[in-house]
């Protein structure tokens, strides 16, 4: 059964930083591409960043320069590193296995499992 677990969301002022950590289990985690997707109030789920189990990474315009994605797989734990914050940053933020496949083609369907997700607040 594959579990995705995050954590390290929070307050933070804008320009500030926070890395976020999704846990994973039952899974072979280097196999496979994850993500981190975001949801804003009144607003659609979104694709934040990605990553393939070759490393290859891909990042939404808004925050690329502002956000690595990476993962340790020894600890089969996917991370996301933000700076510079600004508040449209904040939403709930979601780990997710992506489905088979290049990186860019599974980011276009859905995941096949997510985590329940991580407040991120950036006040101005």
């Known amino acids: 059964q594959v579990q995705l677990v995050e954590s390290g969301g929070g307050l933070v002022q804008a320009g500030g930083s926070l890395r976020l950590s999704c846990a994973a289990s039952?899974?072979?985690?280097?196999?496979?591409?994850m993500g981190w997707y975001r949801q804003a109030p009144g607003k659609e789920r979104e694709l934040v960043a990605a990553?393939?189990?070759?490393?290859?990474?891909y990042y939404v315009d808004s925050v690329k320069g502002r956000f690595t994605i990476s993962r340790d797989i020894p600890k089969t734990t996917l991370y996301l590193q933000m700076t510079s914050l600004k508040p449209e940053d904040t939403a709930v933020y979601y780990c997710a296995k992506l489905a088979r496949g290049p990186l860019l083609a599974a980011t276009r369907v859905p995941p096949d499992y997510w985590g329940q997700g991580t407040q991120v607040t950036v006040s101005s």
């Open positions: 990553i393939s189990s070759i490393d290859n990474s």
């Open positions: 039952g899974l072979t985690f280097g196999s496979y591409g």
